[in-house]
Protein backbone atom coordinates (compact mmCIF):
# COMPACT_ATOMS: atom_id res chain seq x y z
CA UNK A 1 0.00 0.00 0.00
CA UNK A 2 1.58 3.54 -1.23
CA UNK A 3 1.35 6.03 1.73
CA UNK A 4 0.55 9.57 0.39
CA UNK A 5 3.00 12.07 1.30
CA UNK A 6 1.36 15.28 2.78
CA UNK A 7 1.78 18.64 1.00
CA UNK A 8 3.28 20.35 3.71
CA UNK A 9 6.15 17.77 3.71
CA UNK A 10 6.62 18.26 0.24
CA UNK A 11 7.42 21.49 0.17
CA UNK A 12 9.90 21.30 3.34
CA UNK A 13 11.93 18.17 1.05
CA UNK A 14 11.87 20.58 -2.21
CA UNK A 15 12.68 23.83 -0.68
CA UNK A 16 16.24 22.18 0.45
CA UNK A 17 16.81 21.96 -3.56
CA UNK A 18 16.03 25.27 -3.96
CA UNK A 19 19.05 27.23 -5.90
CA UNK A 20 20.36 29.60 -3.14
CA UNK A 21 20.12 33.04 -5.49
CA UNK A 22 16.57 32.28 -4.63
CA UNK A 23 17.08 32.89 -1.17
CA UNK A 24 18.98 35.98 -1.18
CA UNK A 25 17.75 39.33 -0.44
CA UNK A 26 16.92 42.10 -3.98
CA UNK A 27 19.18 44.97 -4.20
CA UNK A 28 18.52 47.87 -2.31
CA UNK A 29 17.67 50.44 -4.82
CA UNK A 30 18.88 53.99 -3.78
CA UNK A 31 15.93 55.66 -1.17
CA UNK A 32 17.68 59.45 -1.28
CA UNK A 33 20.21 61.82 -3.43
CA UNK A 34 23.12 60.36 -1.32
CA UNK A 35 22.82 57.02 -1.77
CA UNK A 36 22.04 57.56 -5.11
CA UNK A 37 25.79 59.52 -5.77
CA UNK A 38 27.73 56.78 -3.48
CA UNK A 39 25.67 53.84 -6.11
CA UNK A 40 27.07 56.34 -8.82
CA UNK A 41 30.30 56.73 -8.09
CA UNK A 42 31.24 53.12 -7.36
CA UNK A 43 31.65 53.32 -11.35
CA UNK A 44 34.17 55.69 -11.27
CA UNK A 45 38.13 55.20 -10.96
CA UNK A 46 37.77 57.47 -7.77
CA UNK A 47 34.97 56.40 -5.85
CA UNK A 48 35.22 57.95 -2.39
CA UNK A 49 36.82 61.07 -4.03
CA UNK A 50 33.72 61.30 -6.50
CA UNK A 51 31.47 60.66 -3.00
CA UNK A 52 33.43 63.04 -0.86
CA UNK A 53 32.92 66.03 -3.75
CA UNK A 54 29.72 65.60 -4.67
CA UNK A 55 27.88 64.41 -1.33
CA UNK A 56 26.51 67.79 -0.48
CA UNK A 57 24.70 68.28 -3.51
CA UNK A 58 22.77 65.46 -2.86
CA UNK A 59 19.59 67.25 -2.43
CA UNK A 60 19.11 69.52 -5.94
CA UNK A 61 21.02 65.97 -7.37
CA UNK A 62 18.23 63.29 -6.03
CA UNK A 63 18.62 60.55 -8.61
CA UNK A 64 18.77 62.42 -11.53
CA UNK A 65 22.15 61.12 -13.55
CA UNK A 66 21.88 63.88 -15.83
CA UNK A 67 21.96 66.45 -13.17
CA UNK A 68 24.98 64.27 -11.42
CA UNK A 69 26.94 64.53 -14.56
CA UNK A 70 26.22 68.15 -15.27
CA UNK A 71 27.93 68.58 -11.33
CA UNK A 72 30.49 66.67 -11.63
CA UNK A 73 31.42 68.87 -14.53
CA UNK A 74 30.98 72.01 -13.42
CA UNK A 75 32.78 71.04 -10.18
CA UNK A 76 35.70 70.16 -12.23
CA UNK A 77 35.64 73.27 -14.34
CA UNK A 78 35.50 75.31 -10.86
CA UNK A 79 38.34 73.39 -9.65
CA UNK A 80 40.40 73.58 -12.98
CA UNK A 81 40.27 77.25 -13.13
CA UNK A 82 41.34 77.81 -9.16
CA UNK A 83 44.40 75.47 -9.93
CA UNK A 84 45.19 77.66 -13.68
CA UNK A 85 45.07 81.17 -11.04
CA UNK A 86 47.03 79.51 -8.44
CA UNK A 87 49.91 78.12 -11.07
CA UNK A 88 49.98 81.56 -12.94
CA UNK A 89 49.97 83.53 -9.66
CA UNK A 90 52.21 81.35 -7.74
CA UNK A 91 55.01 80.93 -9.94
CA UNK A 92 55.63 83.76 -12.26
CA UNK A 93 52.56 84.87 -13.89
CA UNK A 94 54.53 87.29 -16.84
CA UNK A 95 57.73 85.06 -17.44
CA UNK A 96 57.05 81.41 -16.45
CA UNK A 97 59.31 78.75 -17.78
CA UNK A 98 58.67 77.46 -21.25
CA UNK A 99 57.24 73.93 -19.14
CA UNK A 100 55.31 76.10 -16.71
CA UNK A 101 54.33 78.04 -19.86
CA UNK A 102 53.37 74.93 -21.61
CA UNK A 103 51.23 73.96 -18.67
CA UNK A 104 49.32 77.08 -18.35
CA UNK A 105 48.22 76.68 -21.95
CA UNK A 106 47.37 73.06 -21.40
CA UNK A 107 45.01 73.72 -18.59
CA UNK A 108 43.39 76.73 -20.62
CA UNK A 109 42.40 74.08 -23.48
CA UNK A 110 41.05 71.76 -20.73
CA UNK A 111 38.97 74.42 -19.31
CA UNK A 112 37.47 74.94 -23.01
CA UNK A 113 37.30 71.24 -23.03
CA UNK A 114 35.20 71.54 -19.85
CA UNK A 115 33.33 74.21 -21.23
CA UNK A 116 32.21 72.59 -24.10
CA UNK A 117 30.93 69.62 -22.35
CA UNK A 118 29.08 71.49 -20.01
CA UNK A 119 27.65 73.49 -22.62
CA UNK A 120 26.82 70.26 -25.17
CA UNK A 121 24.90 68.99 -22.35
CA UNK A 122 22.45 71.84 -21.12
CA UNK A 123 21.60 71.00 -25.06
CA UNK A 124 20.68 67.78 -24.52
CA UNK A 125 18.07 65.81 -26.55
CA UNK A 126 16.07 63.38 -24.69
CA UNK A 127 17.30 60.17 -25.80
CA UNK A 128 13.75 59.26 -25.76
CA UNK A 129 13.04 61.47 -28.32
CA UNK A 130 15.54 61.07 -31.25
CA UNK A 131 18.20 58.43 -30.10
CA UNK A 132 20.02 59.16 -33.23
CA UNK A 133 20.59 62.87 -31.96
CA UNK A 134 21.36 62.01 -28.32
CA UNK A 135 23.73 59.41 -29.18
CA UNK A 136 25.80 62.32 -30.89
CA UNK A 137 25.34 65.30 -28.31
CA UNK A 138 26.89 62.66 -25.64
CA UNK A 139 29.39 61.58 -28.20
CA UNK A 140 30.57 65.15 -27.93
CA UNK A 141 30.71 66.11 -24.35
CA UNK A 142 32.65 62.52 -23.92
CA UNK A 143 35.19 64.17 -26.62
CA UNK A 144 35.15 67.38 -24.75
CA UNK A 145 35.88 65.65 -21.98
CA UNK A 146 38.74 63.28 -22.86
CA UNK A 147 40.42 66.26 -24.21
CA UNK A 148 40.58 68.24 -21.25
CA UNK A 149 42.04 65.11 -19.73
CA UNK A 150 44.53 64.33 -21.89
CA UNK A 151 45.35 68.60 -21.97
CA UNK A 152 46.11 67.64 -18.10
CA UNK A 153 48.31 64.74 -18.43
CA UNK A 154 50.26 66.73 -21.26
CA UNK A 155 50.89 69.23 -18.67
CA UNK A 156 52.09 67.03 -16.28
CA UNK A 157 54.02 64.79 -18.89
CA UNK A 158 56.21 68.30 -19.83
CA UNK A 159 57.72 67.95 -16.01
CA UNK A 160 59.14 64.68 -16.60
CA UNK A 161 62.67 65.84 -17.76
CA UNK A 162 62.16 68.40 -15.41
CA UNK A 163 65.05 68.53 -12.34
CA UNK A 164 66.00 71.57 -11.51
CA UNK A 165 63.30 72.62 -8.94
CA UNK A 166 61.91 69.60 -7.75
CA UNK A 167 59.55 71.69 -5.35
CA UNK A 168 57.70 73.42 -7.97
CA UNK A 169 57.28 70.47 -10.07
CA UNK A 170 56.00 68.22 -7.24
CA UNK A 171 53.68 70.95 -6.49
CA UNK A 172 52.05 71.59 -10.02
CA UNK A 173 51.91 67.87 -10.70
CA UNK A 174 50.38 67.33 -7.43
CA UNK A 175 47.62 69.81 -7.74
CA UNK A 176 47.16 68.59 -11.55
CA UNK A 177 47.40 65.07 -10.58
CA UNK A 178 43.70 66.25 -8.20
CA UNK A 179 42.13 67.72 -10.92
CA UNK A 180 42.52 64.92 -13.14
CA UNK A 181 40.68 62.65 -10.87
CA UNK A 182 37.65 65.09 -10.79
CA UNK A 183 37.93 64.75 -14.76
CA UNK A 184 37.82 61.30 -14.83
CA UNK A 185 35.37 60.77 -12.67
CA UNK A 186 33.50 63.32 -14.09
CA UNK A 187 33.68 61.24 -17.37
CA UNK A 188 33.06 58.35 -15.98
CA UNK A 189 29.40 59.70 -14.52
CA UNK A 190 28.55 61.00 -18.35
CA UNK A 191 28.91 57.45 -19.36
CA UNK A 192 26.82 56.09 -17.10
CA UNK A 193 24.29 58.56 -17.62
CA UNK A 194 24.71 58.14 -21.79
CA UNK A 195 24.38 54.22 -21.09
CA UNK A 196 21.55 54.93 -18.67
CA UNK A 197 19.53 56.62 -21.10
CA UNK A 198 20.00 54.68 -24.26
CA UNK A 199 18.65 51.65 -21.87
CA UNK A 200 16.33 53.56 -20.66
CA UNK A 201 15.00 55.52 -23.97
Given at each position: ??????????????????????????????????????????????????????SSFANSIQNDSNRLARVAISLTLHNTLHLL?????????????????????????????????????????????????????????????????????????????????????????????????????????????????????
Amino acid sequence: MVTMMRPTLLILLFSTFLPQILTVDPPLLPSNGSDFIRLACNTTLYPDLCFSTLSSFANSIQNDSNRLARVAISLTLHNTLHLLSYLQNAYNRDHPTPVLRDCFENLKDAVDGMRGSMKQMKELVSASGSIESFRFQMSNVKTWLSAALTDEYTCTDGFKDVHEDDSIKDDVCSRVDDVKKLTSNALALVNRYADESIING
